[in-house]
């Protein structure tokens, strides 16, 4: 499986924005989809996480009730919604996937499969 993420961009404090992770030469169904972020001068951090089969999902405290991860099953795709951003959002995002395994989803070091980053900016 290959992941293309895009959609990421230069957005105002309080906009929004969706992220897309799509999937090439497989499909998602026995996987764990992630978000991670990297800000300047920080490390990697979990943003949220779906599993394919069943939809469950986990979200980092920073972004609950803001961001929402969501999958299509004919695209065999996962986005996130980003809403009510602000300034601390702004970083380099990744998708990621593992086969699922019971292993934590934010763990980052589990997950063998990374897409490219897309730049999310959002000004003050």
């Known amino acids: 499986v290959q992941l293309q993420a895009s959609g990421g961009g230069l957005v105002q404090e309080g906009g929004s924005l969706r992220l897309s992770c799509a999937a090439s030469g497989g499909i998602f169904s026995r996987y764990v989809v992630g978000w991670f972020r990297q800000a300047p001068g920080k490390e990697r951090e979990f943003v949220t996480a779906?599993?394919?089969?069943?939809?469950?999902?986990y979200y980092a405290d920073s972004v609950k009730g803001r961001f929402t991860i969501s999958k299509s099953r004919t695209k065999n795709t996962v986005y996130l919604q980003m809403n009510s951003l602000n300034p601390e959002d702004t970083a380099v995002y990744s998708c990621a996937a593992k086969i699922w395994d019971g292993s934590r989803w934010s763990d980052s070091s589990t997950y063998g499969r990374w897409g490219q980053g897309t730049l999310v900016t959002v000004s003050s």
């Open positions: 779906i599993r394919w089969s069943g939809g469950m999902t």
